[in-house]
């Protein structure tokens, strides 16, 4: 069995080019989301007859693997097999039952047809991806957007203007301000510290210029009052990866996202907006814009 190893800054290439082969949906697929997660995930990989094998096991969850990803995009039975079997050996020597989380739809028949009536697929709503248009975001046209088109003309009857900033290495420290003055107020009972969301930004923004990512500050009355952070998941799509403002200042958030969207991503179709992580007050902010597509995905017992 070939051994797993944990995941470095080195292995960003490897990743890139392994993932813009498969042009992935879901929004863990690709190499910035897994380093800034990795503390959480405690993520180690293999590359096993041409397959790309991930397992997490994170100290806050169960042990999972990913499904192996073929790092030609080309799924091929027999090597799928035999990463799998790799895969298994690797849970055995851990003593842990056999898991593959957060598969997508689209790769459920792969696993279906490796394990027949030996896998127990279970829905994993609370990390199935939200997915807008990019032209719904970015004009919030339509009766339905009609609210987030109220939420930001208060914000202009309000602070009458406001400045969009982008992200560079000379205002990272304002974003770090916001992130831990959002954190402060609102992360007062981490589970743990490996499942900090703050030291998961502070990964992205501490290895800004080793990134293809595109952010955005806006700046009222003088003052940064939210930022965000995204990049291209696959050609059409990209992903908001992070979004911190001070909510006391009304609109912040419906402006930074339409504004984000309309600058920075014109040319893509779609928006990937991540997960709600089973929190109902973010279920409800993530379906007010109306996704197109949920991007689903499960848990796969074997």
């Not at 863990?28 to 993520?43: S, V």
């Not at 298994?88 to 056999?98: D, I, S, T």
């Not at 009766?143 to 987030?148: A, D, E, F, R, Y």
């Not at 959002?182 to 499942?195: G, L, S």
Request: contains cysteine.
């Amino acid at each position: 069995m070939d051994s797993f190893k944990a995941v470095t800054i080195d292995d960003q290439q490897l990743f890139c080019d392994i993932f813009s082969k498969v042009s992935p949906t879901a929004s863990e697929l690709t190499f910035p989301y897994l380093f800034m997660w990795k503390r959480d995930y405690n993520l180690s990989y293999s590359i096993v007859e041409g397959y790309l094998c991930m397992v997490s096991q994170s100290r806050v969850s169960f042990p999972f693997a990913f499904c192996p990803i073929p790092l030609d995009g080309r799924q091929e039975e027999q090597r799928f097999k035999k990463a799998l079997e790799a895969v298994e050996a690797y849970f055995k020597e851990q003593g842990h039952p056999l898991v593959f989380g957060r598969v997508e739809e689209a790769r459920l028949e792969d696993l279906k047809k490796a394990y027949g009536n030996r896998a127990a697929i279970e829905p994993l709503d609370s990390a199935s991806d939200y997915v807008y248009l990019s032209t719904d975001l970015a004009t919030l046209a339509g009766k339905k957007l009609s609210g987030k088109r109220n939420h930001i003309n208060q914000f202009l009857r309000l602070y009458d203007t406001y400045e969009y900033i982008s992200v560079e290495d000379t205002n990272l420290h304002e974003c770090r301000r916001i992130l831990d003055d959002w954190c402060d107020k609102n992360e007062t009972e981490c589970v743990h510290p490996d499942n900090c969301e703050r030291l998961a930004c502070y990964e992205l923004l501490d290895n800004w210029s080793k990134f293809n990512l595109k952010g955005a500050l806006i700046k009222v009355a003088g003052k940064f009052e939210a930022f965000t952070v995204g990049e291209l998941l696959n050609p059409e799509t990209a992903v908001i990866r992070i979004e911190k403002g001070n909510s006391e200042v009304h609109g912040i958030y419906t402006l930074i996202n339409r504004e984000f969207v309309a600058r920075e991503w014109p040319d893509v179709k779609y928006i990937n907006r991540e997960e709600d992580m089973g929190l109902e007050g973010l279920r409800k902010s993530k379906l007010s814009y109306n996704p197109v597509f949920m991007v689903n995905k499960f848990l796969v017992k074997v």
